[in-house]
């Protein structure tokens, strides 16, 4: 089983990292966010009611980085729709004796992929003047629920490029894991928005990934337990989901 | 139970959803180290009965063993025996050839320190040594397909699939590769299951030949066996003048039942008559031919017998009739 998960993981890291049409744009989106975020509109911590004590950079930094684990999940899943596509999944799943290292390659270069960007941002962000209130701890447990959240983008596209086998389910993966992360206070906290907004916000299990990783940046995490309990418990529903995508690929011939 | 490294395959059927029966209840048999050329036209049903002997693919009904594994219950014992190159070639553009050869080796389990090696090797054996390391996108038809050939036999395996191994390649990396199959055979004894639609290729490289047609096997055997089904030999006579086709038709069919050409003017001789017997009579009745020649059986007499169509023809009807189809 580790032989394809290592060799498929390494293929993709390859093409992934190596490849400037694959590379940049992956690296570019986060930067670009938190550049256009944390600096245009860091004026909003001026704003009254905003009390999150490292400042606006921090509070963005902890959004882009969530979302570059989400992302870089779903930009792994257009690279498996496409290898459905182009009959190269044809060949993992030919040469591989369990399939489930196929899915579980991905994943893995997902994950590493992600953390590429991770390290590039958070010496962008230190270097632009972030705050840090939480220790070593607090920081691990930021990257480790950001990473549970790479996990579950890259399942849920994933569990889509299996299910439709070409890259024209790429809007299918990517939109509503756009919309759930922008339906969450990405701006400003919580308890400043009003209207729908608000009640969304209330409802999305992002809104919890946040205020516990910008607790951790802060030193003072809230609903730790509950934060991980609902990355774990979407990450299990969604791995569910990939795998039933991968029987279904294999019912279909690839 | 299935020796070693055979194919024992039992009323195989595979639909596909809107479709007609892609494979219709066949039955093959493959001995170890045999060659097995299963010939039919585009859509006849030969690559869907790959992609099921594979494991790619869930049969409908019917059972199929390969090397003694069941394709269903044991597909991953299967798909660590056997060595696929299908008909396309799924590479990845983006990779090197030696990029391919080490990953197929990682998926297959060769261990760590045989895989450099191995691929070396196997890079030397189909030519590609000098282009291992560039980028497979600026690769040539027909080293693609000598790369995906080696990368079906990456880990040794004792049964290769070929589907339709040569389509699209230029006549010398045809024949370098019909050699290559032939000394696999020769030196390892690895067991052969060949897709063609070009009746030479079958003719030249198998040891047994199943002959597909619309999902049903419609004759199986060695090529010297199915032609012998046939039996005699034909005789095909092209005419000087275009307006003297009725009168040759008429004269040659005393000697055989006529078939059906648009070339020239043939017939399918009766038991007993030999070429030198035409020769005299068209002599002496003055016929006038440009040419008198006559032909042993071919494997595409054996498929008109039993289809009452040419090969050509088949593939020229599957295209027109089933185009919401599969590849197949």
């Not at chain 1, 969530?66 to 690279?79: D, N």
């Not at chain 1, 290292?101 to 230190?126: D, E, F, K, N, S």
């Not at chain 1, 003047?129 to 220790?135: A, K």
């Not at chain 2, 047609?213 to 060695?222: L, M, R, S």
């Amino acid at each position: 089983m580790w032989d394809v998960v290592s060799g498929v993981a390494w293929r993709t890291l390859k093409n992934a990292l190596l490849n400037p049409q694959i590379a940049i744009p992956t690296m570019l989106f986060p930067l670009f966010f938190f550049t256009a975020f944390a600096g245009g509109l860091s004026q909003l911590d001026k704003v009254p009611g905003f009390d999150y004590e490292p400042g606006y950079t921090a509070f963005q930094f902890v959004f882009v980085l969530l979302q570059s684990a989400a992302f870089s999940g779903v930009f792994t899943g257009f690279g498996l729709a496409r290898d459905f596509e182009g009959g190269f999944a044809k060949r993992l799943l030919l040469a591989a004796p369990h399939r489930s290292g196929i899915v579980l390659g991905y994943a893995l270069a997902a994950m590493c992929r992600w953390l590429v960007v991770a390290v590039v941002l958070t010496v962008v962000a230190l270097v632009a003047g972030m705050n840090i209130g939480g220790g070593v701890v607090d920081l691990i447990g930021l990257y480790v629920l950001a990473a549970l959240v790479n996990f579950c983008g890259f399942f849920w596209s994933g569990g889509i490029a299996m299910r439709f086998r070409t890259i024209q389910a790429a809007p299918l993966m990517q939109m509503p894991v756009f919309l759930v992360l922008f339906f969450a206070p990405v701006y400003v906290p919580q308890k400043l928005l009003e209207g729908w907004i608000e009640g969304v916000a209330s409802v999305n299990p992002v809104t919890y990934f946040l205020a516990t990783g910008r607790g951790f940046v802060a030193g003072d995490a809230p609903h730790v337990l509950g934060a991980f309990a609902l990355a774990i418990g979407l990450g299990v529903a969604f791995w569910t989901w990939a795998f039933l995508g991968l029987r279904k690929a294999e019912a279909a011939g690839a | 139970m299935t020796e070693k490294n055979g194919i024992e395959v039992e009323g195989l059927v595979r639909e596909y959803k809107k479709g007609p029966r892609a494979v219709d209840g066949i039955d093959i048999s493959v001995a170890p180290g045999e060659i097995y050329g299963f010939l039919g036209p585009n859509g006849a049903g030969k690559s869907t009965t790959v992609h099921v002997l594979t494991t790619l693919l869930p049969p409908t009904a019917g059972t199929a063993r390969v090397g003694g594994y069941d394709v269903i219950k044991d597909g991953p014992k299967v798909r660590g025996l056997i060595g696929v190159a299908l008909q396309e070639a799924a590479l990845d553009p983006l990779l090197t050839g030696r990029d391919h050869l080490r990953l197929q080796a990682t998926l297959q389990g060769v261990r760590k320190n045989q895989r450099h090696s191995r691929a070396e090797e196997l890079l030397h054996r189909v030519g590609l040594a000098d282009a291992a390391d560039r980028k497979v996108s600026g690769y040539s038809g027909g080293m693609k397909r000598r790369l995906d050939l080696a990368l079906a036999l990456v880990h040794s395996p004792r049964i290769l699939f070929l589907d339709e191994p040569t389509t699209g390649l230029d006549p010398q990396s045809r024949t370098a590769l019909w050699e290559e199959v032939a000394l696999l055979r020769r030196e390892d004894r690895v067991t052969v299951f060949l897709t063609t639609q070009y009746l030479e290729e079958a003719d030249v490289l198998a040891d047994r030949v199943g002959i597909i047609d619309q999902g049903k096997i419609v004759a199986e055997g060695t090529p010297a066996e199915l032609k012998a089904e046939i039996g005699r030999p034909s005789v095909h006579a092209i005419p000087h003048r275009e307006e003297d086709r009725p009168r040759i038709a008429e004269f040659l069919a005393q000697f055989g039942e006529p078939l059906a050409s648009s070339r020239d003017v043939a017939v399918r001789l009766r038991d007993g008559l030999v070429l030198t017997d035409i020769v005299r009579a068209v002599d002496q009745n003055g016929i006038d031919v440009a040419d008198l020649e006559l032909r042993a059986p071919t494997l595409d007499d054996v498929f008109l017998a039993k289809t009452g169509r040419t090969l050509e023809g088949a593939a020229e009807e599957a295209e027109t009739e089933q185009p919401a189809m599969r590849p197949a």
